[in-house]
């Protein structure tokens, strides 16, 4: 079990979440192959965008697999103009790899916003810190854990 794997349970267990974390056998390098092998609509994919700051903060925009963040949104909500976050980045403020980018467990506390879509749905699904695990959770819960606050910066 990765280093990954074992700080998103442990978050989840700290916020008292039962789940079932899923393995996927094939590719899931897209939300559309993700819900595939997860036997769920395409939104219920939850997407883990890190966008940084100039000055390195980082910020987790949270959104539904088919929906796509818009940076000059984005921007405006942060307060500050955004861009993507490379990959060094973000492992070293999340801890995760792109991939397997979980919403929770980050080396760092990182301020979220969330796509309202994905308060819609039942149930969603987020990487568990690494490309191939995801689990289930109802929204609700995922956004009270990562203090996220709903807004809209989808395209």
């Known amino acids: 079990m990765s280093k990954s794997y074992k700080r998103v349970m442990a978050a989840l267990d ?3 979440v039962q789940t079932e974390v899923l393995e996927m056998a094939g590719e899931t390098g897209t939300a559309q192959q993700a819900a ?9 994919i939850a997407k883990s965008v890190i966008l940084r700051a100039e000055e390195e903060t980082c910020f987790l ?12 949104k984005a ?11 490379d990959a060094a980045l973000i492992r070293k403020t999340t801890g995760f790899a792109i991939g397997g980018v979980s919403p929770v467990g980050h ?25 191939r ?5 109802k929204p609700s819960k995922l956004i009270a854990m990562i203090e996220g606050a709903l807004e809209d910066f989808v395209i």
Request: net charge negative; glycine share 8%.
């Open 14 to 16: 700290a916020a008292d």
């Open 36 to 44: 595939d092998q997860a036997g769920c609509a395409l939104d219920q």
């Open 61 to 72: 925009f949270l959104t539904a697999g088919g929906n796509r963040v818009d940076l000059d």
């Open 75 to 85: 921007s405006a909500i942060a307060g500050r103009p955004l861009s993507q976050a």
């Open 107 to 131: 080396l760092t506390p990182i301020k979220a916003f969330v796509d309202p879509r994905l308060s819609e749905l039942d149930v969603i699904f987020a990487a568990a810190g690494t490309p």
């Open 133 to 137: 695990h995801i689990f289930p959770i």
